[in-house]
């Protein structure tokens, strides 16, 4: 019998977010039970680092931990490194909400700096995007559809993308995070490109391979109803074929979803010429082959 490649799963939240259940021991103890090799805890990181207006001091409660709470979070981390270290490898993570402008990201850093040494890998993510003319549109199926309405999906897209090459200039992240979260906006999910956008995505990919980021394969996107994971099959195609590093993350906001759809998605993508996943310890990238 071939022995199967024990899993690994980059992206878990828990309650210190404010919308996810139990403690990060609990998503631990749920990994070692599915004989994982690794998992990563990777909470959102403290919104309240890029908004201070006290008019969303609520709406920051129920998205992330306070910026107080977050030395904690990674003492805790490192409490349960060392006490489960038999049993399984813990990465510390955290997932930032990317926004620009880059004085955001200063921020950010700021309060990052002195855990950098603690730190195994950060995932950039895109909650919402913002154009000159535009108001705010949170990338939320519950709020998307009016912008969806006004702007449509070409230019939402194509302003999603942009961001996300924002992202990737800041040399600042190791993994991009839900890599087409805009598909939550849209019904249905599997959206048609123009050729001016999808050719934009596939120059994105090019420049995500020269910087040696990776992209996750986020399986929330089929809890969200989405039909497929982050990023969809045809983008994921084209990961493979550029030789992109991927890393799988459940983005499990409770414990039962640590590995989610993993080994269908494995299957899947192994059809199509993928061979290896990668990890991450202080930062630096490693391929396993699966
Ligand atoms: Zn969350
Ligand atoms: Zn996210």
Known sequence: MVQKMKLMDYHTHNRRCGHALGEI??????AIKKNFSEIGISDHFPLGAIIDDPQFTEIIKRASMEVKEFPNYIKEIKRLKEKCKNKIRIRLSTELNFATP?????????????FMDDVDYLLGAIHDIKWHESPIIVIDP???SEALKKYGFEKITIEYIKKIE???????FDVIAHF????????PN???YSPNSWQKLL?????????GMAIEINTSGVLKEIGSQFPSDEIVKEIIQRDIPLVLGS????PQNIGYMFEEFLEKAKKWGLSHVCRYENREQTLVKI
């Open 190 to 192: 599997t959206p048609h």
């Open 102 to 114: 880059g004085r955001a990201l200063t921020n950010q850093k700021k309060i990052l700096e002195p």
């Open 203 to 211: 120059d994105l990919l090019d420049t995500i391979k020269d910087k």
């Open 25 to 30: 021991e609990d998503y631990v103890k749920l």
């Open 251 to 254: 983005d499990a906001h409770r």
């Open 142 to 144: 519950r709020e998307g």
């Open 180 to 187: 087409d979260n805009y598909r939550v906006l849209f019904r």
């Open 166 to 172: 924002k992202l990737v200039e800041t040399n600042y």
